[in-house]
């Protein structure tokens, strides 16, 4: 066989062997199974109750050398609620209007000050109902962030306003079914494998009005004793878009406290990395989400430094959960 010949029986075979293993990993990663169709679902009468855990530890480094642990002050934020979301009016083919009840609330912030009582306390024993429809998309949120700004009243004094944690009850009420109302066509049901896109809010007490993309998966439809469970897989990384979700002030304020003069001091800060994932499990017979958790990390860098060497480093984790209670909690 001529050499020439040889080389281009090596070159054809080699070609097939890319194309073969192209397809498929393409394979193993496209869309794959019967389509799911998923839909939020209430029954009348019957009241559900979920916990939603919002923490986050925040690790500040001031010293030159950012390896060197002993330059890193570390504070903690936190706010637990129990919310019961009980159907007024169900619609299955329509909106359902809901009316949902701040059972309990705890809040903790350490490292910036002592004990204190959080604006976010003042949601316990609230309620405001909201509409939605099958599609977990809510139609009407005016009063949540009405008892939002009434509890908010409470951090000001005057134009100066308190830290508080408002941020991370609204980000757990207005995004309540995310992983659903952001699918492109529900109508059309999703696959295993399948992927889109959204966008959350991330709260913070330093009000940065900041938020993190989001690509969702439909990782697997898990068999349980109990029916159907879609389970979504999150990965998290740092967007350059705005939150849709509005703030619970209805005024312009200084913000008090050691983030609000470095909020000052640096002209705000920026977001230079942003990483994580999460996962939710939603019943597929029942309509209703389970549980969920979203874990992700994020730098903070101030926008100007006043002086040279006056350049913290802000690292952030943060950790999201909500868990669907037995009715007898």
């Given at each position: 066989m001529q050499l020439s010949k040889l080389y281009a029986i090596v070159y054809v075979v080699g070609l097939v062997m890319l194309i073969t293993a192209g397809c498929v990993e393409r394979a193993d990663t496209?869309?794959?199974?019967?389509a799911v169709f998923l839909t939020v679902d209430f029954q009348q009468g019957q009241t559900l109750s979920y916990k939603f855990v919002s923490e986050r530890k925040i690790l500040t480094n001031w010293s030159p050398d950012k390896n060197d642990p002993k330059g890193?002050?570390?504070?903690?934020?936190?706010?637990?609620?129990?919310?019961?979301?009980?159907?007024?009016?169900?619609?299955?083919?329509?909106?359902s209007k809901i009316k949902a009840t701040f059972r309990t609330v705890e809040s903790k912030m350490t490292g910036t000050r002592g004990k204190h009582t959080d604006a976010v306390d003042k949601l316990k024993g609230k309620s405001y109902t909201f509409t939605v429809g099958?599609?977990?998309?809510?139609?009407?949120?005016?009063?949540?962030?009405?008892?939002?700004?009434d509890a908010a009243q409470s951090a000001f004094r005057d134009s100066t306003k308190e830290p508080d944690l408002l941020d991370d009850v609204l980000v757990t009420q207005w995004y309540l079914w995310d992983a659903i109302t952001s699918i492109e066509k529900p109508a059309q049901g999703i696959k295993v494998g399948q992927t889109w896109k959204s966008n959350l809010m991330i709260p913070t007490s330093m009000v940065l009005r900041v938020a993190r993309d989001v690509t969702?998966?439909?990782?697997?439809?898990?068999?349980?004793?109990?029916?159907?469970?879609?389970v979504f897989d999150s990965t998290y990384s740092k967007s350059e878009t705005k939150p849709d979700a509005p703030l619970p002030y209805d005024k312009s304020f200084r913000l008090a406290g050691t983030f609000g003069f470095f909020r000052a001091m640096f002209k705000g800060f920026s977001i230079t990395?942003?990483?994580?994932?999460?996962?939710?499990?939603?019943?597929?017979?029942?309509?209703?989400?389970?549980?969920?958790?979203?874990?992700?990390?994020?730098?903070?860098k101030p926008n100007e430094a006043p002086l040279p060497g006056a350049d913290p480093v802000i690292n952030?984790?943060?950790k999201i959960t909500m868990q669907l209670l037995d009715q007898d909690n």
């Open positions: 496209a869309p794959k199974g019967p890193i002050k570390e504070s903690v934020e936190s706010v637990e609620t129990v919310v019961d979301y009980e159907p007024l009016e169900v619609n299955p083919f329509g909106l099958p599609d977990g998309k809510i139609k009407n949120r005016d009063e949540l962030m009405a008892i939002l700004k969702y998966i439909l990782a697997e439809v898990r068999q349980t004793e109990t029916g159907a469970v879609a990395s942003l990483e994580g994932q999460g996962q939710e499990l939603f019943d597929i017979n029942s309509g209703r989400i389970i549980s969920g958790e979203q874990n992700y990390k994020f730098t903070l952030i984790e943060q």
